[in-house]
């Protein structure tokens, strides 16, 4: 597929779509499991979340760095977390092309920190994400 300038606002919608039905099971399946070991629902919690910001990427895997700038955006942050939750075993990388500041962030993680998501931090991210992505996108 050829790199992608614009997002069809029915696709960016779709998407939020998609990540609010994961957000609505996981928070049913949570509040379902309370009562069972809470070392297992963090773990759980913490896997769930890494993979959907790799889901989110994916989304827009497309899009083209150009439009999306280079400047530690919330799309910048997003492309580097899931890129270091599949090649860096989930330890926080760095792209040399984006000039990511730790304290500008979203999430606020610097190079080598374990990248263990919360709901609460994916929530923050993919609201700034989707945020940017129809400033830039749409």
């Known amino acids: 597929m050829l790199g992608v300038k614009n997002y069809s606002k029915e696709y960016v919608d779709a998407c939020k779509a998609n990540i609010d ?9 949570a509040s379902e499991a309370k009562n069972a070991d809470s070392k297992t629902i963090v773990a759980f919690e913490h896997s769930f979340f890494n993979n959907l910001v790799v889901l989110l990427d ?16 919330p799309m910048n942050e997003v492309r580097v977390v899931a890129n270091s939750v599949l090649s860096n075993k989930g330890k926080m990388g760095t792209d040399s092309t984006i000039k990511m500041k730790p ?5 606020k993680l610097k190079a080598g920190d374990e990248i263990r998501l919360s709901q609460q931090q994916f929530v923050m991210l993919s609201k700034a994400f989707f945020a940017e992505m129809e400033k830039r996108y749409l």
């Open 21 to 29: 039905q994961q957000l609505k099971t996981y928070t049913k399946l």
């Open 103 to 107: 304290e500008n962030s979203v999430l």
């Open 58 to 73: 994916a989304f827009f895997v497309h899009r083209i760095r150009a439009v999306e700038g280079k400047d530690g955006n």
